[in-house]
């Protein structure tokens, strides 16, 4: 693998006078294995690398990037950047990010065996999940697909300001997507496990997760309209909660398209809810030591028991409001460009187990899994209006199954009307951890 | 110029059917892009870039071998050869000599406005444009969004069935979102416009009144109610977007859902699957559409595919891989992201076919429901056929009126029966453009419909019905 950090410095040390550059690159090698009905429905193999560049001269940015990293196609990016700048507007607040004494955190993300396990190994697990979900019950009809996937993922940023960064990580999983019942009837369940390495692959894990979410729908039906309680399963307040964390993106706060705008101080949510982002926390698989201008990762806190402490910045929204970068930056891959935004967040978990939540709130929904959060949810003006599946609750017990329906309320109404916040962090690929999370007045639209 | 040499191609499948295989292919990919985008009128960054690569496959059975590489080179290719093939090791190959017909070339129809060849000022100016005509409408407009971006995508590609075509495909697209604030809190107005075509675009759109229309939504939806829960009649405006047709049964149709059996719409040719007033066409023949190619990624030519006519099943969209199973041709619906991406069976421009009343009749003949002006994005569950989709710009129907303005919501319902309780189906028809994820891949689609009346669907709004 090529030296990331040689490569930059060898385009960053190409800065004309009164031009500063920053140079974005990445190395990866992924792995993705397809099993359907105990053969292998495609097997993917591949390496890819690229580089972002970022121009600035006289305060106009430009950008442009290269799915390679060979010497030529990073020369003409470094060109067709500086020719971009030309035409972008004069904007003070433009710079890169410098080097601010913070100390990055010391993490261990790699792990060599994603890299040396034989490929028929790593068949043989898609292979063995397969034949795991449908042993869990005999009522799970097929899978769609068994599935193996592994990314080992190395970075660097280098600028002219001194910026030098490299991170690393590796990480797997497998999932499945199970289809339970007869003719007449289907249902759907999805299972997952994730791990740093393959050792630490729980297959029993996801094999009983797909099975058991595909069979507990079966004989499900749509649900009376009016309003309940929801609680929310790790998953499904993951992207709840990954939703009102990317309102506190000061990029968002700045240009008048947050809820959250000149709040800080106020109570935006229930006492119950104390929120951080926190991407130094090694639990993350998005934890990293360094965001993507190359500053050190930091735990910084979004809400402390409902009330908003504060917005995340990269180096340009710190500059425009004379504050400091939270080591927040974010970039879209190579050809994407950089906002602040919420790296690695969690809500702190409570006191309660799901099954006392459950007996607490008595009569209400369980959720288990939403669709169209793209076209249901509106982080700007906070409406907020979901498909969902998931168990009917009575008395606090799991009674029928129940689907075909919306919960639908306000972002805003949701943080304030958390009831409660369970116990049960949990870690998957993306941003945000899941738990337990009850939601009061929420409107059930169904029959 | 080619992407790459005939005799290296023909050399390279030879390669990779010597150790075993029923089938290989070789996609070479090259793609420009070009984006800017304006904010707080301030025209803030221009990015642009190039990527280019091969994906190999090869097939054996039922089991594809997949690697791609950015490196062209003999010593590059014949890595992802060898990734590609390992699985193949010992199985019988049916070619190892591979010969390929005379190759099929589609330059671009309008070559005079490719990206490249258009001054980035000039593309600049519609966003300068687009900005004022938005803050034009009122000062309630606080921010206004636009962007900009085109591609040049050319690609070659060539299997051991003799096939090797070169195309290259051209896109553009506009889009704006203008937010306004009110008293009661921030409302937003998006609108896009994209074609596949170059520059030229901007010959036929009116770029202010884009902006326009974005403004006004924003505003109008500052008077917005919350919108109703429950089932009820909806009314979808021909202007709207098709996006529910896409979701209710476009997905469902696609083949290597039906082998699998995880859509409801397996094993049902020749059946009744819908209102008699629904005839569902994917097309990807559409001059100009979004989702519009003259070849799919694996080199089949681009077809006009009748899915449903008059409410009947009448076949499913294919790509190569599920129609090797079934023994029968592509569709032409095989589609990848990019050289990195396996192909899959992919929507072009899935499109509802106009009927004969007129949308004011269809309104007007409505005594109570919703009348949804534009739609959102969607999501479906193909095995258990229910799906979401949008509403951005809404307003209730009361005795056959279009009154109040409501807030943006979700509706759900279930492909079959939505499609059966369809029953008005309008004289007016246009397709919006879109993009469609599938499986972590996203394509350029477009989605159309006319004016159409639903009996009976759930809204999911926070009022109560």
């Known amino acids: 693998m090529p030296d990331l950090i040689e490569i930059g410095k060898s385009v960053v040390g190409q800065a004309k006078a009164g031009e500063e550059i920053e140079a974005y690159l990445v190395w990866e090698r992924e792995t993705s294995i397809r099993v359907y009905q105990a053969s292998v429905e495609s097997l993917t193999g591949a390496e890819s690398s690229g580089i972002g560049i970022r121009v600035i001269r006289g305060n106009r940015v430009g950008v442009s990037y290269a799915g390679t990293l060979e010497r030529a196609e990073i020369e003409r990016a470094l060109e067709e950047a500086r020719d971009n700048s030309r035409f972008a507007s004069e904007d003070p607040h433009s710079g890169m990010a410098s080097p601010d004494g913070v100390e990055a955190p010391t993490l261990d993300l790699w792990r060599g065996d994603i890299l040396t396990t034989p490929t028929a190994h790593k068949i043989e697990l898609a292979m063995e999940l397969e034949r795991a979900v449908k042993a869990r019950d005999s009522r799970i009809r097929s899978l769609n697909s068994s599935n193996y996937g592994d990314v080992s993922v190395e970075g660097a940023v280098v600028n002219s300001a001194g910026i030098a960064s490299y991170t690393q990580q590796t990480y797997c999983w497998l999932w499945a997507y199970a289809l339970a019942g007869t003719d007449d009837e289907t249902q759907t369940g999805y299972g997952m496990h994730a791990s740093r390495d393959v050792a630490g692959l729980d297959l029993a894990f996801a094999a009983n997760e797909a099975a058991e979410k595909a069979t507990r729908m079966l004989g499900a039906t749509k649900p009376a309209s009016g309003l309940f309680t929801v609680i929310l399963e790790p998953d499904i307040a993951s992207s709840f909660l990954a939703i009102a964390a990317s309102t506190l993106s000061a990029d968002a706060v700045q240009r008048g398209r947050s809820i959250f705008a000149g709040r800080l101080g106020e109570q935006v949510a229930s006492p119950l809810v104390t929120l951080v982002d926190d991407p130094g926390d090694p639990r993350f698989f998005s934890a990293a030591p360094y965001d993507d201008e190359g500053l050190a990762s930091r735990r910084n806190v979004l809400f402390q028991d409902g009330m908003l402490k504060g917005f995340l910045y990269d180096s340009y929204t710190a500059r425009k409001d004379g504050t400091s970068s939270t080591g927040s930056a974010i970039r879209g891959g190579i050809a994407g460009s950089t906002t602040p935004g919420p790296r690695a967040t969690m809500a702190l978990p409570g006191q309660s187990s799901p099954e006392q939540i459950l007996a607490e709130a008595g009569d209400c929904y369980l959720i288990q899994s939403i669709s169209g959060i793209h076209s249901g949810v509106n982080p700007i003006s906070g409406d907020f209006s979901v498909g969902a599946e998931g168990i009917r609750v009575r008395g606090g017990e799991l009674a029928e199954p129940v689907k075909e329906f919306t919960i639908s309320s306000n972002l805003q109404k949701m943080l304030l009307d958390v009831r409660a916040v369970g116990n049960d962090l949990t870690f998957r690929p993306g941003g945000t951890a899941g738990l337990t999370l009850a939601i009061d007045n929420v409107n059930v639209s169904g029959t | ?465």
């Open chain 2, 1 to 465: 110029m080619t992407l790459l040499d005939e005799t290296v191609v023909q050399k390279a499948l030879g390669r990779a059917l010597a150790r075993g295989g029923d089938f290989a292919e070789i996609f070479v990919e090259e793609k420009a892009t070009f984006s800017a985008s304006l904010e707080d009128s301030l025209v803030e960054e221009l990015a642009s870039g190039t990527s280019r690569g091969a994906g190999i496959r090869v097939r054996f059975g039922d089991t594809t071998g997949f690697a791609h590489t950015a490196d062209l080179s003999e010593a590059g290719l014949n890595r992802a050869i060898e990734a590609a093939s390992s699985l193949a090791r010992g199985s019988t190959s049916r070619a190892a000599q591979v010969a390929v017909t005379p190759r099929i070339f589609v330059p671009l129809a309008h070559e005079k406005a490719i990206p490249g060849s258009v001054a980035k000022d000039r593309k600049i100016e519609l966003l300068r444009r687009l900005d004022a005509a938005g803050r034009g409408q009122g000062a309630a407009i606080r921010q206004v969004n636009a962007g900009y971006s085109d591609s040049l995508r050319r690609f070659l590609v060539a299997n051991s069935d003799g096939v090797f075509v070169e195309e290259e495909q051209v896109r553009t697209r506009l889009s704006i979102s203008c937010i306004a604030l009110g008293d009661t809190g921030m409302q937003t107005g998006y609108e896009t416009a994209a074609m596949t075509m170059g520059f030229e675009l901007f010959d036929d759109i009116d770029v202010d009144e884009l902006a326009a229309r974005a403004a006004i939504r924003a505003i109008q939806k500052l008077s917005a109610r919350p919108t109703p829960s429950g089932p009820m009649p909806v009314v979808l405006a021909g202007q709207g977007g098709g996006v529910l047709f896409h979701e209710a049964c476009g997905h469902g149709l696609e083949a290597d859902h039906i082998l699998k059996a995880s859509s409801v719409y397996a094993g049902r040719v020749g059946e009744t699957v819908a209102s008699p007033l629904v005839t569902l066409v994917d097309d990807g023949t559409v001059t100009n559409q979004w989702g519009t190619y003259s070849h799919d990624d694996e080199g089949n030519p681009a077809a006009r595919n009748v899915l449903i006519e008059n409410g009947v099943l009448s076949d499913y969209m294919w790509d190569s891989t599920q129609g090797s199973r079934e023994r029968r041709a592509s569709s032409g619906n095989g589609r990848r992201q990019s050289y990195a991406h396996l192909p899959m069976v992919r929507m072009t421009n899935t499109y509802l076919m106009p009927g004969s009343q007129s949308p004011d009749e269809i309104i007007a003949d409505t005594e109570h429901g919703i009348y949804v002006a534009k739609l959102g994005g969607g999501q479906v569950n193909t095995a258990t056929g229910d799906f979401v989709f949008g509403m951005t710009e809404a307003y209730l129907i009361e005795n056959g009126q279009i009154t109040a303005p409501l807030r943006d919501a979700n509706l759900i319902g279930n492909g079959p029966e939505v499609l059966a309780n369809i029953d008005a189906v309008a004289d007016d028809f246009a397709i919006i453009p879109g993009t469609c994820g599938k499986d972590g891949q996203s394509v350029p689609v477009g989605c159309g419909q006319p004016t159409v009346r639903i009996t009976k669907v759930t809204v999911g709004g926070t009022a109560g019905a």
